[in-house]
C-alpha cells in the first residue's frame, strides 16, 4: 500500500513542473508552438529510451505474467469504457455532430504524457514497466476504434482518410517496446557504452512531458470552458466516474498484487489524451472541442489524481 504522503510529495513535485511548462510561456521564454517540437522529441527520443530500459531486465516468470494481465485488464477496461461512454452521450445530451469524440475522450487517457511519468514516480520502474503493457491495448483500440468513433462525427459530405495500420504499429515506442520484450526474452544485456546514454535520455522524459502539459494549459481559457456543458461532462467521466469504476472492478476482482491495481488506477484516472486533438483534426471532427476537453481534463487532473490515489 502506498503511503499517501509519498503520493502527494511525487505528484506536487510533477505538478510544479506542469506549472514551469506553463510559465515558460506565460512569461515569453519559449512560444507556445515550441510544445510540438518538444513533443516530437519526447515521443521519437526520450519516451522510447524510457520504455526501452523499463523493460530490460533480469527474467522474472511472474513479472511477464503480471504484464499480461495488465494487457487484458487494460483490453477490458478500455472497450467497457468506450461502451459505458456511447450510452451516456445521449443522457448527457452531446451535442450529435461530436458524440463520436465525445465517447473517445472519455473512454482513454493520457497513459503516454502523464501516465507514464506517474507511474515512475510513484511505482519506480517496475510500475513503468507495467504501464507499458497497459498502453499496448491502448495503442490498438484509440488508434482504431478510436478513430472510427471521430470519423462518425463528420459531415455526409466529408471524406476522412482510412486508419494507417502503419502509422499505428510502425513507431518509435511501439519499436522500443517491441525490442524491449525480445531482449527481455532473450536476456540479452546491454553494453554499458549504450545503457549510460539510454538511462541520461530516459531521465529526461518525466521533467520533459510535464513542462509540454504545462505549456499546452496556456492555450485555454477556463471561465469559457466552464460554460461548455460537453466539456465538463467529458472531465467528469474521464477523471472521476471511470477511474471510480476502475477502483470498484479491480475491487472485485481476484487481484492481489498491488502494484497492478495502483498502476492501473493511477493510469486510468489521468485525463483525455493529447492525441484527442491530432485524431479530430486528421478525421473530420471538432478539433475546438478536443482540445478544450484535454485542457480542462488536464487542468481538473492536477486535483483529481491525488484525490483517486487516496483509495490506494
Known amino acids: 500500500m502506498l503511503d499517501i504522503r509519498d503520493v502527494f510529495s511525487n505528484l506536487f513535485g510533477l505538478f510544479l513542473l506542469i506549472g514551469v511548462g506553463y510559465g515558460t510561456v506565460r512569461l515569453r521564454v ?38 499480461l494481465l495488465e494487457v487484458v485488464l487494460g483490453l477490458a477496461l478500455y472497450i467497457l469504457y468506450g461502451v459505458i461512454s456511447a450510452l451516456l452521450a445521449r443522457p448527457f445530451r452531446v451535442t450529435r455532430e461530436r458524440r463520436g469524440l465525445w465517447t473517445f475522450a472519455c473512454a482513454f487517457n493520457n497513459n503516454g504524457f502523464m501516465g507514464f511519468p506517474i507511474a515512475l514516480a510513484l511505482f519506480g520502474e517496475e510500475g513503468l514497466a507495467l504501464a507499458v503493457f497497459l498502453g499496448i491495448p491502448f495503442n490498438l483500440l484509440a488508434y482504431t476504434t478510436g478513430a472510427t468513433l471521430i470519423c462518425m462525427d463528420r459531415s455526409a459530405s466529408g471524406d476522412a482518410p482510412p486508419v494507417s495500420w502503419r502509422s499505428i504499429l510502425l513507431t518509435v515506442v511501439n519499436g522500443a517496446t517491441l525490442l ?75 487481484v492481489e498484487d498491488p502494484l497492478v491495481i495502483g498502476v492501473t488506477l493511477i493510469i486510468m484516472a489521468t485525463p483525455s489524451p493529447a492525441v484527442t486533438s491530432i485524431l479530430a483534426e486528421t478525421y473530420g471532427g471538432d478539433t475546438q472541442f478536443a482540445s478544450e476537453a484535454v485542457f480542462l481534463s488536464s487542468l481538473l487532473c492536477l486535483v483529481t489524481i491525488p484525490l483517486i490515489s487516496l483509495l490506494l
Request: aromatic letters at 8%; proline letters at 9%; a neutral charge.
Open 30 to 67: 519559449l512560444p507556445a508552438s515550441a510544445s510540438k517540437m518538444l513533443s516530437s522529441l519526447l515521443m521519437n527520443v526520450t519516451m522510447p529510451a524510457t520504455i526501452f530500459t523499463s523493460l530490460v531486465r533480469p527474467y522474472d516468470p511472474a513479472f511477464l505474467r503480471t504484464g
Open 180 to 254: 524491449g520484450l525480445i531482449l527481455y526474452a532473450a536476456q540479452i544485456p546491454i553494453p554499458e557504452v549504450i545503457d549510460t546514454p539510454l538511462t541520461y535520455l530516459a531521465d529526461v522524459t518525466t521533467p520533459l512531458s510535464m513542462l509540454i502539459i504545462g505549456m499546452n494549459l496556456t492555450g485555454g481559457s477556463v471561465s469559457a470552458l466552464l460554460r461548455n456543458r460537453d466539456v465538463l461532462s467529458s472531465a467528469f467521466l474521464r477523471l472521476l466516474f471511470l477511474p471510480l469504476l476502475t477502483w470498484l472492478i479491480l475491487m472485485l476482482l481476484p
